[in-house]
């Protein structure tokens, strides 16, 4: 555009006026840019999923399901407590079918695997009060959430395995972690800490094909994250003195212990700056008092 349009008015704190273009559409080219994504992530997810009919155990009705290929998935990192973290799209999201006829949800591992004594159990106080809803196309972390949710009371219901729920509360954990929730994330870690810590001892191994040293590790782990220090020493204690522990997961609790031992450090060395800042504090106040008295003295004595 002609830079001398807004000329003669710089003086006045515009000296940007001459990049501005009196016929552009910026909130246009906006939505544009918006429209532009939401394409490229509808293909991404096109091109990432594909639809399968599965049949209902509890109540024999057909239901399509979302899965993700296995090639469309990208591992960005890996958390301590075993988190994959994905780009583009996040397997985790439709890792729950769930018929919307009668209720029932599962992890996809389990749908079809349920008792036809456990099917009953669900019709009989799942379905009578289900309400089905319409999801939309694709699944974002609240779906996730929500669908992870709906999963756990079925679990609940039947009564399942404690490993089942455990690792239930374990990916929503996972879920609320991905939006920042800490308050959420530490209520449904402490479950899962709770449920394998009672899996181990009451279960056969493998668990979710973990070994008992893994499983050890991850509840050691769990601990730290949920501020049971004592707790996570013993377990990562147990796994690096076991003889017949794997390496990988002995370098893993060792690891985890020597952040441990950095976290306490740091923890104690901040209370001490807190402490001794507070004693500053103290000085400047009672040094500032004494010299107000013999300010007010001084003065005494000069009248």
């Not at 399509?64 to 990192?77: C, E, N």
């Not at 008992?212 to 377990?235: H, M, N, P, Q």
Request: overall charge neutral; proline content about 2%.
């Amino acid at each position: 555009m002609n830079k001398d349009i807004f000329s003669g008015i710089e003086y006045l704190g515009f000296d940007n006026a001459s990049e501005i273009n009196i016929f552009s559409d910026k909130k246009q080219e906006t939505e544009k840019k918006v429209d532009s994504e939401k394409m490229k992530l509808h293909n991404l997810l096109v091109s990432s999923l594909y639809e399968k009919e599965v049949r209902c155990p509890v109540c024999g009705c057909i239901i399509k399901t979302k899965v993700v290929k296995s090639s469309s998935t990208r591992i960005l990192s890996k958390d301590s407590d075993f988190f994959l973290r994905y780009g583009d799209i996040n397997p985790y999201f439709y890792d729950i079918w769930l018929c919307n006829v009668c209720g029932y949800a599962a992890t996809k591992t389990d749908f079809e695997r349920i008792r036809d004594s456990d099917a009953e159990i669900i019709q009989k106080s799942i379905s009578v009060k289900w309400h089905g809803k319409a999801y939309p196309e694709y699944f974002d972390v609240n779906i996730a959430i929500e669908r992870y949710k709906l999963s756990l009371l079925n679990y609940c219901i039947i009564n399942a395995k404690l490993s089942k729920k455990a690792m239930n509360c374990l990916k929503i954990a996972w879920m609320y972690r991905l939006i920042n929730d800490n308050e959420n994330e530490q209520l449904f870690l402490n479950e899962a800490v709770e449920g394998f810590t009672k899996a181990y001892s009451s279960e056969n191994f493998p668990i979710y094909s973990m070994d008992k040293f893994t499983v050890l590790y991850l509840i050691g782990d769990l601990s730290r994250r949920c501020g049971k220090t004592d707790d996570a020493s013993s377990y990562f204690s147990k796994v690096i003195v076991d003889p017949t522990c794997p390496q990988k997961i002995k370098e893993l609790a060792k690891d985890q212990r020597e952040l441990m031992k950095m976290d306490a450090k740091k923890a104690e060395e901040d209370s001490l700056d807190e402490e001794n800042q507070l004693d500053e504090d103290t000085t400047d106040t009672t040094s500032t008092k004494k010299e107000s008295i013999f300010s007010k003295l001084f003065k005494k004595s000069l009248t």
